[in-house]
């Protein structure tokens, strides 16, 4: 059977008829903001700088009603100013958020899983959100991460890609028949292994199950920030585009939002420029650093993760012409060898880009944390935004640094939390002293 690729346009109501997604039109380079939806000059502001350094799609936080109409203020005044970049409401619970918003924005995105905790009431919800959608030209991601699988798939296929495809199927068989198909699917994980494998049995059940490919968005979640950041989210992404599998592409960095633009459309250049095990290139030629960085994940980076090879050389690969300097290589070499889960040399620092519900200043407090912990080889540490979603999204870390309120932190022992409710001047101390305690 010869499947058939879905493409639409999100925000196809616009003036300027919105964004093609899927069907082999350009891979679309998206972001998500970080300020609270219900700040407006805040969040309108980070808008028109993510829409000038060329965001295709804007996320913005929508956890329940009233971040509903702050979002349709925020999109009021960003069309009256000619800013016509689709924007997606990131649901995470709530169907009545997920309802209201299918009105205003162009997108929601949501894990229907998550509506109720019994699975008929769920998929009844998911039903009406459908023909909301369908109504008002609003499109759907189904986005699912590793975190939070329930437990009704968990049971049965334990946390795995496996259990995630599953998951998916499920509400994409839901959508084919109400006959709806302005539909985008993502499986992230911070795990670049489980991602990459995710995606790729999606894609096939997609193609022989279905005979239709749904669009995919793409993301490794909890990247963290910095080298490291930009070289998993390149070894997941790139991996994937590389064969052909996706149409949309986030780099969740820990970091000013705007900076991921950048670094998703030099993956998707990487990948143009035939920067792929399939792409012919042997060595990398890049003009600065980060160019580098990411052309070598997209280049070495799959062949690491699917065990091809194991190890990587820099013979004659150059930045400006230059040959690479030894200690920049060595550098390169041990984080792409660890985004490839090859080997570890460092900690594994797992952080979330932070979104509407981070009450805290994520990227400085981990960047500390980074320069406090770089001595625990072998540890996976976590610093994540918020108490909602960060305890499941945080993976396997041994230890979690979680926002819990203004100012506050709770910190987790694997999935447990240990202290709680700690002000945030006293947070890192307190975890290294509980890892200290701990290794004695
Ligand atoms: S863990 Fe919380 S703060 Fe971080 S991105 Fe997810 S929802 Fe936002």
Known sequence: MVARSIYFNI???????????????????????????????????????????????????????????????????????????PLVADIHFLAEAALAAATVADKVRINPGNFAKEHEVACAKFRELIALCKEHGTAIRIGLNHGSLGERITQRYGATPLAMKEAVMEWLRMCVSADFYDVVVSLKASNTLVMVEAYRLLYAAMRDELGLLFPLHLGVTEAGGGEEGRIKSAVGIGTLLGEGIGDTIRVSLTE??????????????????????????????????????????????????????????????????????????????????????????????????????TLYDLESTFNEVKRRTSHLVGLKIAVMGCVVNGPGEMADADYGYVGEGRGHVTLYRGKTPVLRYIPQEEAIDKLLELIESDRK
């Open 256 to 357: 000013d939002p705007v900076h991921e633009i950048p670094a998703g459309r030099q993956i998707v250049a990487a990948i143009a420029e035939g920067y792929s095990p399939r792409g012919g290139r042997t060595v990398v030629e890049a003009s600065r650093w980060e160019e580098f960085i990411i052309k070598g994940s997209c280049l070495w980076g799959p062949s690491l993760l699917d065990k091809r090879i194991d190890d990587i050389s820099l013979e004659g690969s150059t930045i400006g012409g230059e040959p690479v300097s030894e200690a920049d290589g060595e550098r390169f070499r041990d984080m792409l060898l660890q985004a490839c889960r090859r080997r570890f040399t460092r900690p594994e620092y797992i952080a979330c880009p932070g979104c509407g519900r």
């Open 11 to 85: 925000g196809s109501r616009l003036p300027d008829g919105g964004i093609r997604i899927g069907g082999g039109a350009p891979v679309v380079v998206q972001t998500m903001c970080n300020t609270s939806t219900d700040d407006i000059e805040a969040s309108l502001a980070q808008c028109r700088a993510m829409a000038a350094a060329g965001a295709e799609l804007i996320r913005l936080t929508t956890q329940g009603l009233k971040q509903v109409e702050s979002l349709r203020l925020i999109r009021d005044r960003l069309r009256a100013e000619g800013i016509l970049t």
